[in-house]
């Protein structure tokens, strides 16, 4: 049987969670490319604008750079960002162990969205986004839990402060939506967009795609 060479895919993500969430799936990245895009929200920029945009500038400049070097044919380069929000309002990532702590605090008994927007930069050069919405409710937290948290150190890097797929798992009561796209990376939608666009998918087992 003759079989069609899959495709090469670019992950423009410096994310240990989305490299293993894309290897969950079968998909061996032929390399990885983090990039360095300021993640400041505009002016009273939506939570899910913001998502979409920064994926997309992710994936834009990997291409770029993939491109300046004369290495950008025939790969797919995939970009995404997960932001955390509260109505309007942007959850921060937390950087230090007092974010963690005000971020927690905000989301202790209460609903909130997790966007990850993914963005597909096309060997052809089109880029091709999806903005995926999950909602979670947090059980109230005491002083106590939010204290053993925090010296948890998982909350690091993350967005909003906490990583479900953690001890932050036991702090949720009802989820709605994908829960790969909370820890960064939707799945379904992710593979959708790529076959949508062209790629070929990996047999079992094979060697990533140069
Ligand atoms: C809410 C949540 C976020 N996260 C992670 C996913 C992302 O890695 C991170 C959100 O930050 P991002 O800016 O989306 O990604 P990143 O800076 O880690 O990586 P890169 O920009 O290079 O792709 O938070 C979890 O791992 N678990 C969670 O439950």
Same mark, same amino acid.
């Given at each position: 049987?003759?079989? @069609?060479?899959?495709? /090469?895919?670019?992950?423009?993500?410096?994310? *240990?969670?989305? &490299?293993? &969430?894309? =290897? =969950?799936?079968?998909?061996?990245?032929?390399?990885? &490319?983090?990039?360095? @895009?300021?993640?400041? *929200?505009?002016?009273?920029?939506?939570?899910?604008?913001?998502?979409?945009?920064?994926?997309?500038?992710?994936?834009?400049?990997?291409?770029? /750079?993939?491109?300046?070097?004369?290495?950008?044919?025939?790969?797919?380069?995939?970009?995404?960002?997960?932001?955390?929000? &509260?109505?309007? =309002?942007?959850?921060?990532?937390?950087?230090?162990?007092?974010?963690?702590?005000?971020?927690?605090?905000?989301?202790?008994?209460?609903?909130?969205? @997790?966007?990850?927007?993914?963005?597909?930069?096309? *060997?052809?050069?089109?880029?091709? !986004?999806?903005?995926?919405?999950?909602?979670?409710?947090?059980?109230?937290?005491?002083?106590?839990?939010?204290?053993?948290?925090?010296?948890?150190?998982?909350? !690091?890097?993350?967005?909003?402060?906490?990583?479900? !797929?953690?001890?932050?798992?036991?702090?949720?009561?009802?989820?709605?939506?994908?829960?790969?796209?909370?820890?960064?990376?939707?799945?379904?939608?992710?593979?959708?967009?790529?076959?949508?666009?062209?790629? @070929?998918?990996?047999? *079992?087992?094979?060697?990533?795609?140069?």
């Amino acid at each position: 049987m003759s079989a @069609v060479p899959h495709s /090469a895919l670019v992950l423009a993500s410096g994310s *240990p969670r989305r &490299l293993e &969430l894309l =290897q =969950q799936v079968g998909i061996e990245p032929a390399r990885l &490319l983090a990039t360095a @895009v300021d993640e400041t *929200p505009e002016r009273s920029e939506h939570p899910r604008s913001l998502a979409k945009r920064l994926s997309r500038a992710k994936a834009l400049a990997a291409h770029a /750079a993939l491109a300046a070097r004369g290495e950008s044919g025939g790969t797919f380069v995939l970009g995404a960002d997960t932001v955390v929000s &509260l109505g309007r =309002q942007v959850v921060p990532k937390a950087e230090i162990a007092e974010d963690a702590i005000t971020n927690l605090r905000i989301l202790s008994g209460r609903s909130h969205r @997790v966007f990850t927007g993914v963005c597909v930069v096309t *060997p052809g050069g089109k880029a091709r !986004q999806r903005l995926v919405e999950t909602r979670i409710r947090f059980k109230r937290l005491s002083r106590d839990e939010i204290e053993r948290y925090v010296d948890s150190g998982e909350w !690091q890097g993350k967005a909003g402060g906490y990583a479900i !797929q953690g001890l932050a798992g036991g702090f949720v009561v009802r989820l709605v939506g994908s829960y790969s796209n909370v820890v960064g990376l939707p799945l379904y939608e992710t593979l959708s967009l790529l076959t949508g666009e062209g790629f @070929v998918m990996p047999r *079992p087992g094979a060697a990533p795609a140069a």
